[in-house]
């Protein structure tokens, strides 16, 4: 009998467009080796163009169900998305850290791709206080990263990508990585941070179009190179290589953004075949 794979925890909201949320970190974790567990946080009503309603659930059933399946399976990574609450974040933070040694990636989504806002301040401060400072790998594009440091009470707060870092370090996480797709520049600049400073950067070229759910991807990519045994450097570097692909190979079923292809690779062994 074959040993089993790796186990990801993924807290999460579900798409029912299976673009972004639970959905894609589901796909991407499978097609990366990994067995996904999926704790749902929130039931959202959106397609491939937007986000039309978030409905959270009760917290205590976001922390039942995480409790059942870590009594029940060794977990060897958390992956956190979409949360919905206060209550929620506070929920998840109180199981996790029964769970110290597991490391955890947050991917903390402060907006969908069109601009919904589905995170209020008070849930950002949450974040901040609860979470960050169990995290082993934060992901926030640059957007995130301004929103989780910028002080809004000081209108000449204005920090470069390097020192929003700096300050997100300084909430007590062990590496962030600030994704680069919303700057004005002509590729996509990744950059991980730890205590020492940049450890890795890379640039990757910049694709046409707009896609639901790549944050969502990069994250669980993330967890699943760090579930097979990677260190963080090289597990950084092999899923965005991984991310880029499905991006490079992502399909329009919709009306609106385009959806990443986790598992291009089966459909480019199909190719090579025919």
Known sequence: MSSAPPIVLCFSASDPSA???????????????????????????QDT??????????????????RCVLEDMPVA??????????????????????????????????SSGRGDELATDEMVS????LLIPQTTVLTPNSLEARRLTVDESDD??????????????GLGC???????????????????????????????QRLAGSYHGSGCTLASAISATIANGLDMAEAVRDA?????????SAYRPGMGQHIPDRLFWAREEDGSES
């Open 49 to 66: 163009v937007g986000v039309e309603a978030v409905y959270p659930l009760d917290a205590e059933w976001v922390a039942d169900q995480a």
């Open 240 to 248: 965005q290589e991984y991310t880029w692909q499905t991006l490079a």
């Open 174 to 204: 062990e590496f962030v990585l600030i994704t680069g797709t919303h700057e004005n520049s002509p590729t996509v600049i990744n950059t991980l941070y730890g205590d020492g400073g940049v450890v890795r950067s890379d640039s990757w």
């Open 19 to 45: 673009g972004a949320g639970l959905q894609a970190d589901i796909l991407t974790l499978s097609s990366m080796g990994c067995h996904a567990l999926s704790v749902v946080t929130a039931i959202t009503v």
């Open 77 to 110: 990574v958390f992956k956190i998305g979409l949360l919905g609450s206060v209550e929620i974040i506070a929920a998840i933070a109180e199981v996790v850290s029964d769970y110290p040694e597991v490391p955890l990636v947050l991917d903390p989504i402060l």
């Open 156 to 169: 000449n707060d204005d920090p470069d990508l390097d020192e929003c870092a700096s300050r997100l370090l």
């Open 126 to 129: 949450a974040l901040r206080e």
